[in-house]
C-alpha cells in the first residue's frame, strides 16, 4: 500500500440539515470511531426544509441506525403514510393513489394485474386499488402496523413516515454528536485545493478555523460550494422534461382527521402538495414561472389550504437535473447539492440516504480511484435517470384539455427509456424493471393505470382459469382487503397510542 493508498481517517461534511446529519448518522453508525467526522453547518444558512414526506425505504435506514420508531415519531412530529393520492392529474375530478405494498396476488408465474386486466375486459367492474390493503386502508383513514404474513393479506402493510425534516435532522443530530461526530459553527469562506492531484485539502472558516480532510461529503444545498464551486464538475439540466422551476411553501394548521397519505394536486402550471403531520399540515406548491407568476403561485396555495396558514410563504428556486459528477476526486455530493427532482413522489430524502449507503459500499482509499469512484457515478446516475422518468410520467400522460402548460407536456417527447417502458406496458401489460431500480413493478403500474394508460391485452396464461375460476380469484382478494381494514383502527387513534400524548400544536410553523 502506498502513500495515496492509506486508509481514510477525516472525513468533513460540508451543511447539516436532512443531508448532512443523515450523512453523519449513517457514517458513523458504520466505522464508529475508526474514522472521524467533522460536521461544518452555520445556523445562519437555512435549509430548504421540505422533505417531509418519504417512502418506505426510510425504514430501512431508522432500522440501521436502531432507531426506536415510536420515539422518532414523538421527536419529528410524525405520521405514518401509506401512500400519495394524485388529484386531477388525468383530468379534472380525477383521483387515484400510488399506494405502498403489493397489488392483489399473483399466481404461478404471472403478477396479479394480469388476471385484473383479463377479469375487466370480461367484465369486472371493480378498479384495481380495490385489490390493494394499503390503497383500501388509506381511503378508510385507518392504519396498524402488520408485517407480512399476518392476517388475510399475505403481503401485510408497507409504510413510510410524514414528518417534520427539521426536526428529524436534530433528531439524528443528537444521535451523531453521542457517537462521536464533531460539529462545528461556522461559514466556510475559502476552499485550499492541492495544487497536485486538485483535491481538496482544507476550508478556512469565518472565523479563520482551518479545517483539513480527506474525504469531504458536500451538503451545501444548491449552491453546492465543493462539487460545483470549487471543482466545477457542472451540471446535467433537465428543464426540458421536467419544466417546473419554483416552489411556495408555507405550514398550516392540522385538520382533523390525520389522514395516512399525501396528496399531490394538479394546478394549472404545476401541483399542489400536502403533507399532515401531528402538529400542523405542510403544504407547497410546484409550479412552472413561464406559464404562472410568483404572486398567482403564492396565491393559489394560499387559497387552498385546508387550515389558517401559521407561517409566511417561502419561495424557492431550482433547476430540475443532477451534477455531472456526483463523486469527483476527494468530493462526494449529497442532496441537493448532488441535483434536484421535485419531492412529487417524496424521493428527495431517499436519495440522500442511497447515496450515502452507495458511499459506504464503494468506500474508497486516500488514492480514490477512478474506477471506483466512475462506479460510484454510474450506480447513482441510472438511479436518478429512472426515478426522473417516472416522474415525468405524471406529467406526460395527462388528460388536461385547454391549458398550455398540460397540453405542452402531453407533446413533449419522453427519453427513449421511458418510451420503451410505456410501449411495453399499452401492448400486453408488461412492466421491465431494470437492476435495482427505485420504483416497483407495483409503482409502475399504478401510475400507468392512474394515468390512463391502458394494455390492449393481458397475457394468454391468464386463461388456464375458466371465468368461474377467475371470478371466483377476484372475489377471494377482494374479501380479504375488506376484512383485514375492518380490523384496524383508525389512524389518529393509532397514532396516538404509539407516541403515548396528545397531539402538540403548532410551535414550529
Not at 461544518?40 to 436502531?66: D, F, K, M
Not at 420515539?71 to 386531477?88: A, H, N, P, V
Not at 387552498?304 to 428556486?317: F, I
Not at 413493478?441 to 394494455?455: H, N
Request: hydrophobic share 40%; net charge negative.
Amino acid at each position: 500500500m502506498t502513500n495515496q493508498q492509506l486508509p481514510i481517517e477525516h472525513i468533513v461534511i460540508v451543511g447539516g440539515g436532512t443531508s448532512g446529519w443523515i450523512s453523519a448518522a449513517t457514517l458513523v453508525r458504520a466505522f464508529g470511531r475508526s474514522v472521524n467526522i467533522t460536521l461544518i453547518e452555520s445556523e445562519q444558512i437555512g435549509t430548504v426544509g421540505v422533505g417531509e414526506a418519504t417512502i418506505p425505504q426510510i425504514r430501512l435506514l431508522n432500522q440501521y441506525l436502531g432507531l426506536d420508531e415510536n420515539e422518532f415519531l414523538r421527536e419529528t412530529q410524525g405520521t405514518f403514510k401509506l401512500g400519495i393520492r394524485f388529484d386531477g392529474w388525468t383530468r379534472p375530478g380525477h383521483s387515484y393513489i400510488h399506494a405502498f405494498g403489493e397489488i392483489g396476488r399473483g399466481l404461478d408465474i404471472l403478477p396479479f394485474h394480469h388476471y385484473w386486466l383479463r377479469a375487466r375486459a370480461e367484465g369486472l367492474e371493480r378498479p384495481l386499488w380495490d385489490f390493494s390493503l394499503n390503497a383500501e386502508a388509506a381511503k378508510n383513514n385507518a392504519f396498524a402496523r402488520m408485517e407480512p404474513g399476518q392476517g388475510p393479506v399475505p403481503s401485510g402493510i408497507n409504510y413510510a413516515f410524514h414528518f417534520d425534516a427539521s426536526l428529524y435532522a436534530a433528531f439524528l443530530r443528537r444521535f451523531a454528536e453521542q457517537r462521536g461526530v464533531r460539529r462545528i459553527e461556522g461559514k466556510v469562506i475559502d476552499i485550499q485545493l492541492d495544487g497536485e492531484t486538485g483535491h481538496v485539502g482544507q476550508l478556512q472558516l469565518e472565523d479563520g478555523q482551518m479545517v483539513p480532510g480527506q474525504l469531504f461529503i458536500d451538503c451545501s444545498g444548491f449552491r453546492g460550494l465543493l462539487i460545483e464551486h470549487a471543482l466545477k464538475t457542472g451540471y446535467e439540466d433537465w428543464t426540458h422534461w421536467l419544466p417546473c422551476d419554483r416552489a411556495a411553501a408555507v405550514p398550516c394548521a392540522r385538520t382533523e382527521p390525520l389522514v395516512p397519505f399525501t396528496r399531490a394536486i394538479a394546478r394549472k402550471a404545476g401541483w399542489q402538495w400536502r403533507i399532515p403531520l401531528q402538529h400542523r399540515t405542510g403544504n407547497g406548491h410546484v409550479y412552472c414561472s413561464r406559464y404562472i407568476s410568483d404572486d398567482e403561485a403564492v396565491s393559489t396555495l394560499l387559497a387552498n389550504l385546508d387550515g389558517e396558514a401559521t407561517g409566511e410563504p417561502r419561495l424557492l428556486t431550482f433547476t430540475t437535473g443532477h451534477r455531472k459528477r456526483f463523486f469527483h476526486k476527494n468530493v462526494l455530493a449529497i442532496g441537493l447539492a448532488a441535483g434536484f427532482m421535485e419531492p412529487l413522489e417524496s424521493t428527495s430524502i431517499h436519495l440522500i440516504q442511497s447515496g450515502i449507503s452507495r458511499l459506504i459500499t464503494l468506500f474508497p482509499d486516500t488514492g480514490f480511484d477512478e474506477r471506483l469512484l466512475d462506479e460510484y457515478n454510474r450506480r447513482t446516475q441510472f438511479e436518478f435517470e429512472r426515478v426522473r422518468d417516472f416522474l415525468i410520467l405524471h406529467y406526460h400522460a395527462n388528460g388536461r384539455v385547454g391549458e398550455p402548460f398540460w397540453e405542452e407536456r402531453l407533446a413533449m417527447s419522453v427519453p427513449d427509456s421511458l418510451s420503451d417502458r410505456m410501449h411495453l406496458f399499452r401492448t400486453g401489460g408488461h412492466i421491465v424493471r431494470e437492476a435495482d431500480e427505485l420504483f416497483t413493478e407495483q409503482s409502475w403500474l399504478q401510475l400507468m393505470i392512474g394515468q390512463g394508460i391502458e394494455p390492449q391485452g393481458f397475457h394468454p396464461a391468464t386463461r388456464r382459469l375458466s371465468p368461474d375460476e377467475l371470478a371466483e380469484f377476484m372475489r377471494q382478494g377482494r374479501r380479504a382487503i375488506k376484512r383485514t381494514v375492518l380490523q384496524l383502527p383508525g389512524h389518529d387513534d393509532f397514532l396516538r397510542k404509539q407516541v403515548g400524548r396528545p397531539f402538540a400544536t403548532d410551535e414550529h410553523g
